[in-house]
């Protein structure tokens, strides 16, 4: 749910002015890519099984440089938390609470996010199994709705606007899958620590698989024009089904389902941050930072003061963002090999754990 909760609902306004209408394919090479991503993460994960990714980072170039390079990775985890908020926030906003001040939507946001910061990562895992499940149930049930009155005639270029843009959309959708190297965080709290990779992977293919159904339908129903004047594609083709009818606005379920995704991904990054800033800060306990890290969080979401700035912001994201999460575990790994470092389970155990 890290690389899709969020991204899905707006990835075909990003990716098919790019690629065309080859912007499902776009979703397929990032995910590729995102592969990449996620297997070099668990390789540093199953080095180092007992370590979050500052101490990670510490063991292997030692304490300066590796609270340096913690501090990165909280700043990006930042940069997620509020970008997806603020897309998150919008998406409710804009479909059906437009009478409501968004920083009062956002404010009941973090609410949710402090609460289940506060219960830790393994109540969030455990909520998130079960959401996780409806939102693969929802999905499916739309795509069947939308078969009957997609036009697959739509996809056609196969290529779009040609193989150069197709890669270069490809690199955008990577930095979806690229947000995986946040579980590098918590990955210490997996059982099988030996199947990091593995757990990686799945997410990555699972996730991607999902933005690229949800790009390609978005296509095959308002087109490419179509999608350049919609702020949501996913939501607008949600509109566009329904259940005879029995049911209208059948969309409201399906954002429903998408919300409470979207804020266990948030929570998740949320939980990242906090705890790499802990470790930063050589902090025993999390737990005094989840309040002034929301607030933060809340403020950041609000920067973007339209529609318009959000995206140009977005925008900015996909297009380099892929690049730190490319490098970081490249830049750990590599370190790791070359001087020889390697780590074993932390003998202390977190709050999560007991």
Request: aromatic fraction near 10%; include cysteine.
């Amino acid at each position: 749910m890290i690389v899709f909760a969020t991204g899905f609902l707006a990835a075909a306004r990003i990716l098919v002015p790019v690629a065309g209408t080859a912007a499902w394919m776009a979703a397929l090479i990032g995910g590729a890519i995102g592969l990449g991503i996620g297997g070099l993460a668990g390789m540093l994960a199953g080095r180092f099984p007992g370590h979050s990714l500052v101490r990670m980072a510490e063991r292997i170039f030692g304490a300066p440089l590796g609270k340096l390079i913690g501090l990165t990775f909280a700043a990006y985890c930042t940069v997620v938390l509020g970008l997806g908020s603020r897309q998150s926030v919008l998406a409710m906003w804009i479909a059906f609470l437009q009478t409501t001040p968004p920083v009062l939507i956002s404010a009941v946001f973090y609410a949710l996010v402090i609460y289940a910061a506060y219960l830790g990562i393994g109540a969030i895992a455990r909520v998130s199994l079960i959401f996780f499940s409806l939102v693969v149930v929802s999905l499916v049930v739309l795509t069947a709705l939308a078969v009957p009155v997609a036009a697959p005639g739509r996809l056609l270029p196969i290529v779009g606007n040609g193989l150069g843009p197709l890669i270069r959309a490809g690199f955008l959708a990577a930095s979806y899958a690229g947000e995986s190297i946040v579980v590098l965080a918590f990955l210490r709290h997996l059982k099988d620590k030996r199947g990091a990779s593995r757990a990686m992977a799945t997410g990555v293919a699972v996730g991607m698989v999902v933005m690229a159904v949800a790009t390609g339908f978005g296509v095959m129903m308002l087109g490419v024009r179509g999608i350049s004047r919609v702020t949501f594609p996913v939501l607008e083709t949600a509109r566009m089904v329904g259940f005879g009818q029995f049911l209208e606005r059948a969309e409201i379920l399906f954002l429903a389902l998408w919300f409470s995704a979207a804020l266990l991904k948030l929570a998740t990054v949320f939980y990242a941050s906090i705890t790499s800033i802990a470790d930063v800060l050589g902090l025993r306990d999390y737990r005094p930072l989840v309040i002034p890290y929301a607030l933060l969080g809340t403020a950041l979401s609000l920067i973007p003061e339209s529609v318009l700035e959000t995206f140009d912001y977005l925008d900015v994201f996909v297009k380099y963002s892929v690049w730190y999460a490319i490098a970081l575990p490249v830049v750990l790994l590599l370190g790791a090999v070359v001087l020889g470092r390697r780590g074993g389970d932390d003998h202390v155990q977190s709050k999560d754990e007991h």
